[in-house]
């Protein structure tokens, strides 16, 4: 049996109308949200976050997914569309009843939110701040005035995968300043432009390991999570588990090309603005220093945002809840020392992190026992294992899927 592939899928039970009974014949987008159906075939266009994660919730029971992405802004934003009239929800529109579980979760999320696990610490976001800012200032010295290359890109590489931690929790953030230190870390360090990321990630987060919607884990024909049809499949698909390592550190370049790609195309001219320091620092420090550094913290993000989801469940379809999407295609990693506590970045702590995306990293340390607790009495399984273990498994996933074509 594939290592992604152990578990049962029905871990939990669910009482809501099914989404697949809904049938959009009228061309319209509806989505469910708090008791009521909102029609938002106009508003997609307008949204934020992009109309892709609106459409894959098209007929569905939004609620836990809006709540866990948006800020008190949105929230209240919301009370100001009106939902769709009685007489259409009657006739055309199912009514959806939460299951117990998602009822358990929204109880909890509200326990942690007034109990203050979502608000954010200064002396924190300095120290993140300052710690990526120090490595990199660190290996331009190194550079410059050691004349060592090797040092320079060591420093420099874990200075940018940090970056891309404190940007990923940034993206997350709700709020003016949250968006301002995205967009300067992430564009000073790495050149990413945070708004083509969230579009990506925030689809990610929802519809997690679902084949052909998670952009983060379709990635043939590179790598292969499943087994292809014939016709699909290419003859490099069995060397997959051999030539990872150097695919992953090819990371951070393919997103900074899909970031100036999708910054031109959208006009957004602000973020490519705040790129141009990180391509003047890398011009000034050589080729050799450039290209390894962006190679090495690649590879570093690459091998830890991997390994939490895709050696768990691939989903062939939407229709599980929030919560149990959340509990079956994510595993969280246990960190036995400080120096891998600090590598992982907070996505040793994935589940919380997906449970709760708007939470600062942190935070997610007192929050793992109460999640854990909470699984327990909702009888929900908990997945944690040691980091080894989880490279371990995930190696075994990409050797087990270059195995010849089963159909």
Same mark, same amino acid.
């Given at each position: 049996?594939?290592?992604?592939?152990?578990?049962?899928?029905?871990? /939990?039970?669910?009482?809501?109308?099914?989404?697949?009974?809904?049938?959009?014949?009228?061309?319209?987008?509806?989505?469910?949200?708090?008791?009521?159906?909102?029609?938002?075939?106009?508003?997609?266009?307008?949204?934020?976050?992009?109309?892709?994660?609106?459409?894959?919730?098209?007929?569905?029971?939004?609620?836990?997914?809006?709540?866990?992405?948006?800020?008190?802004?949105?929230?209240?934003?919301?009370?100001?569309?009106?939902?769709?009239?009685?007489?259409?929800?009657?006739?055309?529109?199912?009514?959806?009843?939460?299951?117990?579980?998602?009822?358990?979760?929204?109880?909890?999320?509200?326990?942690?939110?007034?109990?203050?696990?979502?608000?954010?610490?200064?002396?924190?976001?300095?120290?993140?701040?300052?710690?990526?800012?120090?490595?990199?200032?660190?290996?331009?010295?190194?550079?410059?005035?050691?004349?060592?290359?090797?040092?320079?890109?060591?420093?420099?590489?874990?200075?940018?995968?940090?970056?891309?931690?404190?940007?990923?929790?940034?993206?997350?953030?709700?709020?003016?300043?949250?968006?301002?230190?995205?967009?300067?870390?992430?564009?000073?360090?790495?050149?990413?432009?945070?708004?083509?990321?969230?579009?990506?990630?925030?689809?990610?987060?929802?519809?997690?390991?679902?084949?052909?919607?998670?952009?983060?884990?379709?990635?043939?024909?590179?790598?292969?999570?499943?087994?292809?049809?014939?016709?699909?499949?290419?003859?490099?698909?069995?060397?997959?588990?051999?030539?990872?390592?150097?695919?992953?550190?090819?990371?951070?370049?393919?997103?900074?090309?899909?970031?100036?790609?999708?910054?031109?195309?959208?006009?957004?001219?602000?973020?490519? /603005?705040?790129?141009?320091?990180?391509?003047?620092?890398?011009?000034?420090?050589?080729?050799?220093?450039?290209?390894?550094?962006?190679?090495?913290?690649?590879?570093?993000?690459?091998?830890?945002?991997?390994?939490?989801?895709?050696?768990?469940?691939?989903?062939?379809?939407?229709?599980?809840?929030?919560?149990?999407?959340?509990? @079956?295609?994510?595993?969280?990693?246990?960190?036995?020392?400080?120096?891998?506590?600090?590598?992982?970045?907070?996505?040793?702590?994935?589940?919380?992190?997906?449970?709760?995306?708007?939470?600062?990293?942190?935070?997610?340390?007192?929050?793992?026992?109460?999640?854990?607790?909470?699984?327990?009495?909702?009888?929900?399984?908990?997945?944690?294992?040691?980091?080894?273990?989880?490279?371990?498994?995930?190696?075994?996933? @990409?050797?087990?899927?270059?195995?010849?074509?089963?159909?």
């Amino acid at each position: 049996m594939a290592p992604n592939g152990e578990t049962n899928h029905q871990i /939990l039970t669910t009482s809501h109308a099914d989404p697949s009974s809904y049938k959009n014949n009228d061309g319209h987008l509806h989505i469910y949200i708090n008791n009521q159906w909102y029609d938002l075939t106009q508003w997609q266009n307008i949204h934020p976050g992009g109309t892709e994660i609106l459409q894959h919730m098209n007929g569905k029971d939004a609620t836990d997914a809006f709540y866990s992405l948006h800020s008190d802004e949105a929230i209240k934003r919301l009370s100001h569309l009106k939902p769709c009239s009685s007489a259409h929800v009657q006739y055309a529109l199912p009514y959806i009843e939460a299951d117990a579980t998602s009822t358990s979760f929204r109880k909890l999320r509200e326990k942690l939110i007034k109990e203050g696990y979502f608000n954010r610490s200064i002396f924190w976001e300095l120290f993140y701040h300052i710690s990526v800012y120090t490595l990199c200032l660190l290996g331009t010295l190194s550079y410059f005035y050691l004349g060592s290359k090797l040092l320079a890109i060591l420093l420099i590489g874990f200075g940018m995968q940090q970056a891309g931690w404190i940007g990923h929790d940034y993206a997350h953030g709700r709020g003016t300043w949250m968006r301002w230190l995205c967009r300067t870390l992430s564009g000073f360090v790495n050149a990413f432009s945070p708004t083509w990321w969230s579009h990506k990630h925030n689809t990610h987060h929802v519809f997690t390991n679902n084949l052909g919607i998670d952009t983060d884990v379709n990635n043939d024909p590179i790598f292969h999570l499943f087994f292809p049809k014939k016709e699909n499949d290419v003859w490099f698909r069995s060397y997959q588990h051999i030539y990872f390592i150097p695919v992953y550190s090819l990371l951070y370049l393919s997103w900074r090309w899909q970031s100036i790609q999708h910054s031109f195309h959208t006009a957004n001219y602000y973020e490519l /603005l705040l790129m141009l320091p990180s391509y003047i620092w890398l011009y000034s420090l050589g080729w050799q220093v450039a290209l390894g550094s962006v190679l090495l913290g690649g590879f570093l993000v690459a091998a830890i945002v991997t390994a939490t989801h895709q050696s768990e469940e691939m989903l062939t379809d939407s229709s599980h809840s929030f919560v149990e999407t959340q509990f @079956l295609t994510t595993c969280d990693a246990q960190c036995d020392n400080f120096f891998m506590e600090w590598l992982w970045g907070g996505m040793q702590y994935q589940l919380e992190h997906h449970l709760f995306p708007t939470m600062p990293k942190y935070n997610y340390t007192r929050v793992r026992p109460i999640v854990k607790q909470w699984a327990q009495d909702n009888g929900i399984e908990y997945r944690s294992e040691n980091v080894w273990s989880i490279w371990r498994r995930n190696y075994q996933t @990409l050797k087990y899927f270059s195995k010849a074509c089963m159909n």
